[in-house]
T-cell receptor, first 113, second 113 residues
Framework: DVKVTQSSRYLVKRTGEKVFLECVQDMDHENMFWYRQDPGLGLRLIYFSYDVKMKEKGDIPEGYSVSREKKERFSLILESASTNQTSMYLC????????????FGPGTRLTVL | GENVEQHPSTLSVQEGDSAVIKCTYSDSASNYFPWYKQELGKGPQLIIDIRSNVGEKKDQRIAVTLNKTAKHFSLHITETQPEDSAVYFCAASKGNAGNMLTFGGGTRLMVKP
């Protein structure tokens, strides 16, 4: 059974703080993704990684960076959190390429005050 | 880039009735169309998908239809049950490496007992 875990379910940070969101998957998947989910906007891709130390920008990378030092772990970094980054953040992983299911973690609800 | 529109944003049906959710996409090169279901407090989970070489696919009470000419696809749920209550997302992809999905805005389905 594939498991994707995220470090926190809820997180409250202040404007300007550096924020780390961690994601770990246990199925040796090559691909990992970070999305943010906002009402009415669905899921929007921030970054994805198809291998260790490899990353590609998604649709909304501004204000975010990522790190993938190990295959099972993908971190999302908010260098200087802002109130417009208050959102639900979802991590996902998948294997191979083309047409494969993405497995999602439960999400981290981040509030930036 | 790809744009996916999803309607309606909310849908309320009586238990036992059918529910239909519709999506349109903009990029004619898209060839993979999954549907994800997100229950409260959980990450989205794949429920059914269809590729562009198929017009319809069925799995028990759920079915998906695809009209490539019109660039729209739909999710049909028959004999709805209270446990079908969730948020449903459609998505589209060109099946490129890493399978980057573009999601619709989501539909909140409520099944009234």
């Amino acid at each position: 059974d594939v498991k994707v875990t995220q470090s926190s379910r809820y997180l409250v940070k202040r404007t300007g703080e550096k924020v780390f969101l961690e994601c770990v998957q246990d199925m040796d998947h090559e691909n990992m993704f970070w999305y943010r989910q906002d009402p009415g906007l669905g899921l929007r891709l921030i970054y994805f990684s198809y291998d260790v130390k490899m990353k590609e920008k998604g649709d909304i990378p501004e204000g975010y960076s990522v790190s993938r030092e190990k295959k099972e772990r993908f971190s999302l970094i908010l260098e200087s959190a802002s109130t417009n980054q208050t959102s639900m953040y979802l991590c996902a992983s998948s294997w191979g390429s083309n047409y494969n299911e993405q497995f999602f973690g439960p999400g981290t609800r981040l509030t930036v005050l | 880039g790809e744009n996916v529109e999803q309607h309606p944003s909310t849908l309320s049906v009586q238990e036992g009735d059918s529910a239909v959710i519709k999506c349109t996409y903009s990029d004619s090169a898209s060839n993979y169309f999954p549907w994800y279901k997100q229950e409260l407090g959980k990450g989205p989970q794949l429920i059914i998908d269809i590729r562009s070489n198929v017009g319809e696919k069925k799995d028990q009470r759920i079915a998906v239809t695809l009209n490539k000419t019109a660039k729209h696809f739909s999710l049909h749920i028959t004999e709805t049950q209270p446990e079908d209550s969730a948020v449903y997302f459609c998505a589209a992809s060109k099946g490129n490496a890493g399978n980057m999905l573009t999601f619709g805005g989501g539909t909140r389905l409520m099944v009234k007992p």
